[in-house]
């Protein structure tokens, strides 16, 4: 298991654990489509990995806009 994942510190910066888990799965759906990582060092990392520094170095984020829009729910 990721050890980052066991502190609520990555919990609480992204607004809970649904929220989380929601923006781990969007972004590994599109790291798997073909999408870059926005972190340099990613040799011999899993995606979750990679998805769980993107976070934790504020690469990407849960977009907190509450006007509707036709954007995306998340920023990357």
């Known amino acids: 298991m990721i050890e980052d994942l066991k502190d609520t510190e990555i919990v609480n910066k992204v607004g809970g654990k649904f929220k989380l888990s929601s923006l781990i799965q969007k972004r590994m759906l599109e790291l798997m ?44």
């Open 33 to 76: 489509e073909g999408a870059r990582p926005l972190i340099d060092d990613t040799e011999g990392k899993t995606m979750m990995e990679i998805v769980i520094e993107e976070i934790k170095f504020d690469k990407i984020a849960i977009d907190t806009d509450t006007k509707k829009s036709d954007k995306p729910a998340f920023k990357l």
